[in-house]
T-cell receptor
C-alpha cells in the first residue's frame, strides 16, 4: 500500500479484556516498529521486528504485551488483561531495510480501556 | 531525567516568522537525529533526518546537530498557519534502531 495502515483506528474495551491491534507496513519494508504514545507525550518504543523475528523487544512493559509478525509483513500487537493505564495511541512504523534510518508511521490505533 | 528533553510549548508565532525548535539529549551514543511533525490525531510525519553533526536544509526547513553540546535544532522559515502542529525530535544509536523521542513542542502559527 501507499502508507502504513493500522486497524482499527479506535478501540474501546473493558478492563480485563484481550485486544489485538493490526499493522500493515509499507509494501516491501522489512523493518517494523511498535510505539505507544500517551496524551501530551512523545512516542515510546515497544518492539522492533526485522523480518519475522523480534530484533528488540526491550520496550514491552510487561508480559501482558506480545507482538507477532509471522510472515514478515503484517504485525499484530496483542494485549492481555487490559488495564486502564494501557489507554494510549499505539503507533506502527516501518522502514525499508535494517540499516535505513527513515521510519514512516501509520495513523495509530487509539485504545481506550474503560 | 529523560534521555531527550524538549520544551512542550506552546510556541506561538505570527505568520511569516521563523520558528526555532530544539532538543537536548544526554546519551552521546545517539548518531541519527530526526524531526517529525504530528498533526492532531494523526501519526508522526518525518520531516528531516541528519547523521552525526552538521546542518541540513530542505526547502523552508533547516536542521542542525551539535553533538559536542548534545543539542539539535529545527528552523522553519516563512512559517505558515499549516505549520501549526506538534514537532517531535527523535534520535537513534544506529540506522534502523529504535527511536527515542522528545515530548514534542506544540507550535501555533497565527495568520
Amino acid at each position: 500500500g501507499a502508507g502504513v495502515s493500522q486497524t482499527p483506528s479506535n478501540k474501546v474495551t473493558e478492563k480485563g479484556k484481550y485486544v489485538e491491534l493490526r499493522c500493515d507496513p509499507i509494501s516491501g519494508h522489512t523493518a517494523l516498529y511498535w510505539y505507544r504514545q500517551s496524551l501530551g507525550q512523545g512516542p515510546e518504543f515497544l518492539i522492533y521486528f526485522q523480518g519475522t523475528g523480534a530484533a528488540d523487544d526491550s520496550g514491552l512493559p510487561n508480559d501482558r504485551f506480545f507482538a507477532v509478525r509471522p510472515e514478515g509483513s503484517v504485525s499484530t500487537l496483542k494485549i492481555q488483561r487490559t488495564e486502564r493505564g494501557d489507554s494510549a495511541v499505539y503507533l506502527c512504523a516501518s522502514s525499508s531495510r535494517r540499516d535505513d534510518a527513515e521510519a514512516f508511521f501509520g495513523q495509530g490505533t487509539r485504545l481506550t480501556v474503560v | 531525567q529523560k534521555e531527550v528533553e524538549q520544551d512542550p510549548g506552546p510556541l506561538s508565532v505570527p505568520e511569516g516568522a521563523i520558528v526555532s525548535l530544539n532538543c537536548t539529549y544526554s546519551n552521546s551514543a545517539f548518531q541519527y537525529f530526526m524531526w517529525y511533525r504530528q498533526y492532531s490525531r494523526k501519526g508522526p510525519e518525518l520531516l528531516m533526518y541528519t547523521y552525526s553533526s552538521g546542518n541540513k536544509e530542505d526547502g523552508r526547513f533547516t536542521a542542525q546537530v551539535d553533538k559536542s553540546s548534545k543539542y539539535i535544532s529545527l528552523f522553519i522559515r516563512d512559517s505558515q498557519p499549516s505549520d501549526s502542529a506538534t514537532y517531535l525530535c527523535a534520535m537513534s544509536k544506529a540506522a534502523g534502531n529504535k527511536l527515542t523521542f522528545g515530548g514534542g513542542t506544540r507550535v501555533l502559527v497565527k495568520p
